[in-house]
């Protein structure tokens, strides 16, 4: 496992991910999550919907490893 970067899922709950385990990341479909979620990463075949802004989780993501 490499460096995980925390983020926030639409009930408020921490969630950490593995940065180098990230397939993709990209903003929500419309109704596909609460409404406060503006990423969706993508772990393999897990999807996780995270209130932090796309631009915003991209970077922290690019900045522990994440080819994203």
Same mark, same amino acid.
């Given at each position: 496992?490499g460096a ?7 009930? @408020? ?8 385990s990230?397939?993709?990341? %990209? +903003?929500? &479909?419309?109704?596909?999550? =609460? *409404? ?7 772990? @393999? ?5 995270v ?6 989780? %991209? +970077?922290? &993501?690019?900045?522990?490893? =994440? *080819?994203?």
């Amino acid at each position: 496992k490499g460096a995980t970067v925390k983020f926030t899922k639409p009930n @408020g709950e921490p969630v950490a991910i593995d940065a180098a385990s990230v397939v993709s990341i %990209r +903003a929500p &479909l419309p109704g596909e999550y =609460a *409404a406060c979620v503006r990423a969706v990463i993508t772990v @393999g075949r897990v999807t996780q919907g995270v209130c932090e802004a796309l631009a915003k989780s %991209r +970077a922290l &993501l690019r900045a522990r490893g =994440a *080819a994203v």
